[in-house]
């Protein structure tokens, strides 16, 4: 009988399968595995497994350190960064593409624009799929990392007053954070233009699933008091025209005159790629850590993937 740790045996499709219990797991397994990764030393938890990444959509952070964590477990990678490279110009569907990958590897992790297609993967799979974002759906594994993010910064997850900023009906991490903080007790504000503002069946499930009451707002103003800001770009691939892109790509803007005003002490995070919401006279400000979020993607990956995986 396999010793497996039955967290995530399916895989992980969305951050609602997951108990708060299991969050917390892997926010522990992800401290573990930042040791190891301070430490230097390659562990071997997955020597002989191999993970696939197969993403059809663009990636810099998820692919690479999912590849990153991969390799420091001992595992090996195959996949592509690109569908054009794929037999899907052929025609072949995601789920004969899934079906065949899953007989060349442990585990998938699939990036898709259309949202619901990691869960579509999953009842073609034989092996877990990991869903690195399933267009304006769900990103879990970015709410995880977002989660021992704002624990490492604020050194708890409860009693917080976060805003969540940005393109609020596109944006597949703030779906998937704004689930995963519900279950913390902490004050949530969303602040999106109107068009922009979270889905309403997500804003009701939130309400009625797990008592995560929400604020709504336009104005950035409303996140001056905020122990963390959480910034998000605008989704330019969901807009139907540029010009319809255009008019919101502006809308928010983090720089050092809104900090002035903010509480000293707010922490300033994005999921990145960052475009014009957070000027790059922030970066060098205490008070941000997009890229210290980014760099974590690494360790809680591993412990998502060990977790997943290891027979240890
Ligand atoms: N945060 C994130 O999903 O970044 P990438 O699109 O670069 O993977």
Redesign the pocket.
Known sequence: MSSRSPVFQKGLLSIKDLSTNEIEEVLSESERMLKVCRSGIKADHLRNMIMATLFF?????????FESAMQRLGGGIIGFADPSSSSTMKGETLADTVKIVSSYSDVIVL?HPRDGAAREAAGFADVPIIN??DGAGE?PT?ALLDLFTIRKEKRKLQGLKIAIVGDLKNGR?VHSLAYALARFRNDVTFIAPRQLQAPADIVSSLNEKYGQRVEMSESLDAALDADVIYMTRVQEERFKSKAEYLQFANYYNINRNFLSRSRNDVTIMH???RVREISPEVDSMKNSAYFRQ?SY?VPVRMAILKMMLSEK
């Open positions: 959509e663009p990636s810099t952070r998820t692919r690479l350190s990036r690195a974002g990103h970015q991490t999921p990145l790629p980014a993607g």
